[in-house]
């Protein structure tokens, strides 16, 4: 297995987090690419899609490796790149309400999900939950690299449901620190939310009906200050950010709205 990297330290900026791993690199020419790369994507805000490329590199660990070894939805071609099997999730088996292309597993990518949860400011407070979570790897990350007080999960489909628990065996059994995620395998408007500090949904897929129906529940059931990530802009609510990148296939020229109830 690969060494695994540092999480960040309590109080600790993106900026000075992302400092320290380049600094700590032993490859003299990493370190200097690596931090020139980081004051460009300091100039913009960390969300160039350049500094993804980066992300990806530093990610390229125990639990990165741990997952994907393990998935049985991914193979891996020559240069060991990740490719996803054409997955549709429990053909038979729709939630009521929602048209066959809204539900098809379009999982975000790993290397992009790191910066995104970075710049929500997660911390050891939080309570995240994840609604369409698919292969749950966003509460995997939230759970270990930032330490969040509770990470849930809602996935609709049983196998995707299925894949994650068994993903969430092999990670703890190689000592990687996701046991305080929990998987629910239920239709996302059935689920409460009540103590969810930090809601994050790759639904770009949604029907506007869908994605306004969720919007509803989410002002309804969470506190003011609640964070909401979403691959779509709400409106009705204030942005705190919005992060361009290369997601995988989400709407808006790849854009991420992190946004506040």
Not at 74 to 81: H, L, P
Not at 151 to 176: M, Q
Request: include cysteine.
């Amino acid at each position: 297995m690969r060494e695994q990297k540092e999480k960040m330290k309590t109080g600790e900026t993106f900026e000075t987090f992302m400092r320290r791993l380049i600094e700590s690199s032993p490859s003299s020419k990493i370190r200097e690419e690596g931090l020139k790369l980081l004051e460009k994507s300091k100039k913009e805000g960390f969300k160039g899609i350049e500094a993804g490329k980066y992300y990806e590199h530093i990610l390229d660990d125990e639990l990165s490796t741990v997952f994907f070894k393990n998935h049985p939805l991914v193979t891996f071609d020559k240069d060991d790149i990740v490719r996803y099997e054409p997955f549709d999730p429990d053909k038979e088996n729709r939630p009521k309400g929602f048209d066959v292309l809204e539900i098809v597993w379009c999982p975000i990518w790993i290397r992009s999900l790191f910066p995104l949860l970075s710049e929500a400011n997660l911390t050891s407070n939080d309570n995240f939950y994840d609604l369409g979570a698919g292969d749950f790897r966003a509460n995997f990350l939230a759970s270990h690299y930032f330490n969040v007080k509770k990470s849930v999960g809602v996935e609709y489909s049983l196998s995707l449901t299925n894949i994650a628990k068994k993903l969430k065996d092999s990670l703890i059994k190689n000592d990687i620190n996701v046991r305080n995620v929990k998987i629910i395998n239920s239709n996302i408007f059935d689920v409460p939310l009540e103590d969810a500090t930090v809601i994050y949904t790759f639904t770009s897929q949604f029907e506007q009906k869908n994605k306004e129906k969720l919007v509803s529940k989410v002002k309804e059931e969470t506190k003011k200050g609640t964070r909401f990530i979403s691959t779509y802009r709400v409106p009705s609510l204030d942005v705190l950010t919005a992060i361009p990148g290369r997601y995988a296939g989400v709407g808006e020229e790849g854009i991420m709205y992190i946004h506040e109830i």
